[in-house]
């Protein structure tokens, strides 16, 4: 049985890892040049897309490449988190979810990606206080998603990236059921 705990900060403090994935450590590098271009190529979105989800791939797929730098430059050159988000999700296919990991790829310090397991946690610890199920993200969700982790990652002095995918797998290890059941509002996550 797992330990249940008192609180996220709880959680975190006692499973946080700094370990990368080898999928996503690869991901990371081969797009670390496009902030400094300013821009990312249909094969890197199309990459990072088909990552998170390759349900909407024939969608990733009518996204022209001069549709797909214009938007990156957008995304790369606004400070605004809110139009980052809107830039994004105006490409075919591309939900919160994906966007999330477009931005988390190509900078994981300041991001982390918008997932059902995650948001089930920051639900049973009152972070949020909607979608127990963490399905259906829009523009707000991540932007409340985004402040959560941020202030995680700035208490524990890791990057977004390390506290979203803490919380990720240690869902992942005391998940009890099916991820996307939502017949019931009870979502137990305690084996």
């Given amino acids: 049985m797992s330990k249940e705990y008192k609180n996220l900060n709880e959680l975190i403090k006692n499973n946080l890892s700094a370990s990368e994935t080898e999928e ?7 797009l670390s040049d496009v902030k400094r271009k300013k821009l ?4 890197q ?5 088909m990552w998170k989800t390759p349900r909407p791939k024939n969608h990733y797929l009518n996204n ?12 790369i050159t606004t400070k605004s988190e809110e139009e980052k988000m809107q830039y994004l999700t105006s490409l075919k296919g591309v939900s919160v979810a994906v966007a999330s990991s477009l931005l988390t790829i190509t900078d994981p310090k300041n991001y982390g990606i918008i997932d059902i397991r995650v948001w089930q946690l920051l639900y049973k ?10 399905q259906g993200f829009n523009l707000k969700d991540w932007l409340t998603y985004l402040t959560i982790l941020r202030k995680y ?9 390390d506290i979203e995918r803490t919380l990720f797998f240690y869902h992942k290890k005391i998940q009890v059921g099916k991820l996307y059941d939502l017949k019931t509002k009870k979502h137990n996550l305690f084996k």
């Fill in 24 to 30: 996503a450590i690869q991901l990371i590098k081969d």
């Fill in 40 to 43: 990312l190529t249909k094969d």
């Fill in 45 to 49: 979105f199309y990459t990072v897309a």
């Fill in 64 to 75: 022209s490449e001069e549709v797909i730098k214009k938007v990156s430059q957008k995304v």
């Fill in 125 to 134: 610890y009152g972070e949020v206080k909607t979608k127990p199920g963490g």
């Fill in 153 to 161: 990652s700035v208490q524990f002095n890791v990057n977004v990236r």
